[in-house]
């Protein structure tokens, strides 16, 4: 017997459809939204706080242990793999890996934005192996240092990870198969091993890596970000050792210039600018979620493909754990001759998900086009409200993983008693059902906060619709709320069919 | 229909098993996919098709097995394998139960199981372990192997004229943890290796291209 996880209830569906409701309505008929001004705190401003942060960011030390520490455990994920037991929830690589990794890295992005990618073991592992220091700069000869080719200069190839990812996640199953959890990850550190030998910088990072990407663009909906403390310091700094380094620090990963930087989107918080300023100019700050969403973040044509297609898939994430999925694949692989473990039928399934979100939002860019007459080119169109799927897409992600976090994750105490899962047997049925009735807050509790992420979600999303919306089709400084309507309609549809999926019951993964 | 049978490897990372092993018979129909894709149905979920499945029968004091539930053809088919973690020189056993996808009826004709080891290259001769019956809808096929390795299990039955070949890995004793690691390690020392090489080489060439240029 499977089991499965309830939905949201009814009354918060109804809640959340009010919401949707009075938040259309105020988008329709409220005046254009005035231009943001940004109120930001920065840390370093701060008495006391201020210099321990300063302090602490500029120490190299801390960020290394917590390197060490990552690093660690990531060793140990793959010696379980490969030596522990096949069984998913009694091995700590599928357990820690999925349940807590997995899920949770979505909810670090909402604290403390793209902050993992400082501490990610895969650009540790690989960082020491080809530059061969801990964290001093190293020889340029230890790398090929070769210009990333323009063609892959850009979000596709992470995309396109992020797909390959999700085929082996959901259609694969590499979530409930330790080995191959661990081989996958043995795989990505030498994917960033050879990109750091091959390519200038953290090619890697900036280009390639999926879940680096996913964090980079949620992390322009995060509270804090990584600026300068003083841009007249910046726009007279002649040396820019953010973006050359010096003799001691490495320069930027991703080729951030700290000046100029408006997006958290390829900042990977590994503090070389803030140790690296000759000015100590660089800081955490908190600000406003989502102000870059809004207005600061420049639209690219790659980039919004990307965000699109991160809605699609995290979309296609929940329909694949809908009780009635496996109904659809089989019906679907009767009628093509498919047979085994179904993966051309899981693969059209994934591919025709990411086709329709993406044709939806295609034609309603060619309406709201023609609704407007503007004279914007389409690609440019296309990108500048791609924004509105960032809310949309990390509302439903967290709500939905928080399903996995609080429900899964309960038995996680088990697997670091026993990583390897030596001499261990199934979860009995009595265990699932404890655990299901165990939980780390309550069920109301749970249903409470995953509403709210709906609701935040949408209403983000609105946001990005007005500001955008703002620079495309305001007539005389008034915002046609009309003429929002296909952008409207794209965000109801898709947030209707996120509340849709929440409220279905949902199949345990392990 | 003309149908030329239906192979199935079922389970793992194995592609050059993939590669002879579907047949596809059946052309796609579009708009019957379409319907179909629409119509919501609820149904009992079972293990996502295809993967294993590790389960416990507390009714009784036996060892945990291994479940997989897969689709070939017109049928759908369950394999349990006795115990889930079989190792040499312990008596196992293979259980086997198909259904008809459309009616639920369960195939009560002979099934064949034979054995192979799971190589990539060389030896492809089978052995067969046994026929068997139906018991209460069960195929019950015992094994015992003498050594530790991978091995593909096949159960063959015919239907309507028709050959139903399914494959299934069978993996007694540990499985072999130094491949993804060797692999991994291989690729990083390869890649190492030959970004210092030609480093030296520019290095070199780069100290003949200054020798010449100092030259009067």
Redesign the interface.
Known sequence: M?M?HPGLPDFWGLVIIGFILLGVLWTLFSPAPIKIRTSVLSLASIPVIGTGMRNLVANRWLLLSLKFVMVGFFLLI?FAG??GT??PERNIATVLTWNLWWSGLVFSIFFLGSAWCAVCPWDALAQW??RRKLWRRAEP????NIKVPRWLANVWPALLMFIALTWLELG??IT??P??T??VS??M??LA??SL??FQRKAFCRYFCPVGRTVGFYSQLAPIELRPIDNDTCASCKTLDCYHGNEEVEPCPTWLVMGRLKQNSYCTSCGNCTQSCPHENIAWRFRPPSVEALHSARPHWDESWFMIGLLALTGFHGVTMM??W??????????????????PSFTIGLLACIAVIAAIYSILIEVTRKITGTDLEYKRLFSTFAFVALPLAFSYHMAHNLNHLIRESVGISAVFSNPLGVDT??????EKHERHLTMWISQDALFTIQAGLMIFGFWIALQVIRHRGLSVIAINNKLAGVKLLPMLTFAIGITSFHLWLLMQPM?MRM | MNRSG??????G?RLKQSLH?????????PA??IF??L??????????????????N?DSNT??SMQVE?????Y?VTYMIFP??PKAGERGRVNLYATR?DNGKAYSGEVTFKVRDDVYFGNDNSETLGSQLPDDSVFRQGFEFSSNGEYIITAEFTEAGEPYIIDFPLRIG??S?IG??G??VG??VI??VG?NL??RKR?LTSKIRNAHEETP
């Open positions: 499977t499965t793959i490969l030596f096949p069984i192996l080809v000869n230890n790398s090929l694969v199953g409930v198969n080995y191959a661990a081989a043995l795989l550190v030498v091993t050879a030998a091959i009780p009635f496996e109904t659809w694949m089989s019906q679907f692989a009767q009628l093509t001759g498919d047979s085994g473990r179904l993966l047997v199934p979860l009995s049925m009595m199949i | 239906y192979r199935l490897q079922a389970l990372f092993a579907f047949r596809f018979s059946y052309g796609l129909r019957a996919c179909l894709l119509l919501v149905e609820t149904a009992n979920a079972h293990h996502v098709l295809g993967r294993p499945a590790y389960s416990l507390e060892p945990p897969t689709q070939i053809g017109d759908f889930a973690f996808i540990p499985p943890s993804p690691i692999i991994a690729s990083i890649i190492l970004v030609v480093q290095l």
